[in-house]
Nanobody, 120 residues
Framework: QVQLVESGGGLVQAGGSLRLSCAAS????????TRWYRQAPGKQRELVAA???????TYRDSVKGRFTIARDNAKNTVYLQMNSLKPEDTAVYYC??????????????WGQGTQVTVSS
């Protein structure tokens, strides 16, 4: 059974940094793309960044130059380094990944979410 576990959220002052981690566990044959989403209170979930198995990355405009997504294939872990944080970055951050297992083939999985709060 595959699980995604997120960690690294917390409370930080504006201008500070946090690093989120998304670790996939289970019998995984391959990981395609991993995405970080966020959802602020009263708002829709939005895509923040994504990284493919070939390490191609994409970012939403509001985080370009401040956030960096990276992956460690040996650990089945994806990181989101967030610098120069702003109060508007406050949200619950979710990890989503598309991966292959022998039992289920290609499937999407979600983490439980981790709270990021940026104070002004």
């Amino acid at each position: 059974q595959v699980q995604l576990v997120e960690s690294g959220g917390g409370l930080v002052q504006a201008g500070g940094s946090l690093r989120l981690s998304c670790a996939a566990s289970g019998i995984i044959s391959n990981i395609n793309i991993t995405r970080w989403y966020r959802q602020a209170p009263g708002k829709q979930r939005e895509l923040v960044a994504a990284i493919t198995n070939s390490a191609t990355t994409t970012y939403r405009d509001s985080v370009k130059g401040r956030f960096t997504i990276a992956r460690d294939n040996a650990k089945n872990t994806v990181y989101l380094q967030m610098n120069s944080l702003k109060p508007e970055d406050t949200a619950v951050y979710y990890c989503n990944t598309n991966l292959f297992t022998i039992g289920s083939g290609w499937s999407d999985y979600w983490g439980q979410g981790t709270q990021v709060t940026v104070s002004s």
